[in-house]
């Protein structure tokens, strides 16, 4: 399998900061990575899908990068509603794995 | 607008079979692949597997011996049984339509989620 270590687990923030979570796989993914949103007791949310392209609907100030093995999450200019936890899951190969999270706190 | 539904029992016995249903509306089942993905309390999001309506089915090696993902195109529904349960099991389980982009699988649509507890 490979495995997906996010990092930081935990972020403290403010409203209108620059935040980036990263991710690492275990091998080249190429650019099969998908970023998700989750808020307490909601299924996850789709934000990013193929390293970098926006999910329709999804507000600009999140943005993504990377290829290869190396990802980023980006969220400029926090609102009150980012808070929440963040997964990456890599879809290159089956089973589709995905991070430990990264919970966004104020 | 695709919308999932699951539904299942919320309590069942170590060593039973967890059968869980996904009522998919807005959509035709023929047209994607589903999948089921789960979260134990308070934990991270693991990927059981999915199934697509020409009866092509993946699933985690973790699992596989235990887990089958099946549908029915004339309910437009889709399930998923996971056998021989023990406590570990005890999680959100949540069903989601794959959709590829370019090629590129991705968990567009999901439902809310069911918790299922194994319990004696």
């Known amino acids: 399998d490979i495995q997906v270590t996010q990092s930081p687990p935990s972020l403290s923030s403010s409203v209108g900061d620059r935040v980036s979570i990263t991710c690492r796989a275990s091998?080249?993914?190429?650019?099969?990575l998908n970023w998700y949103e989750q808020k307490p007791g909601q299924a996850p949310r789709l934000l990013i899908y193929?390293?970098?392209t926006l999910q329709s609907g999804v507000p600009s100030r999140f943005s993504g990068s990377g290829s290869g093995t190396d990802f980023t999450l980006t969220i400029t200019g926090l609102q009150p509603e980012d808070f929440a936890t963040y997964y990456c899951?890599?879809?290159?190969?089956?089973?589709?794995?995905f991070g430990q999270g990264t919970k966004l706190e104020i | 607008q695709v919308q999932l539904q699951e539904s299942g029992p919320g309590l069942v016995k170590p060593s039973e079979t967890l059968s869980l249903t996904c009522v998919v509306s807005?959509?035709?089942?023929?047209?994607?692949?589903w999948g089921w993905i789960r979260q134990p309390p308070g934990k991270g999001l693991e990927w059981i597997g999915t199934?697509?309506?020409?009866?092509?089915?993946s699933y985690n090696p973790s699992l596989k011996s235990r887990v089958t993902i099946s549908g029915d195109t004339s309910k437009n529904q889709f399930f998923l049984d996971l056998s021989s349960v023990t406590a570990t099991d005890t999680a959100v389980y949540f069903c989601?339509?794959?959709?590829?982009?370019?090629?590129?699988?991705?968990?567009?649509?999901w439902g809310q989620g069911t918790l299922v507890t194994v319990s004696s």
């Open positions: 989601a339509r794959l959709r590829y982009s370019s090629g590129y699988p991705l968990y567009d649509y």
């Open positions: 807005g959509y035709s089942i023929t047209s994607y692949s």
């Open positions: 199934f697509s309506h020409s009866g092509i089915t």
């Open positions: 091998q080249s993914i190429t650019r099969y």
């Open positions: 193929a390293a970098s």
């Open positions: 899951q890599q879809s290159y190969n089956i089973p589709y794995t």
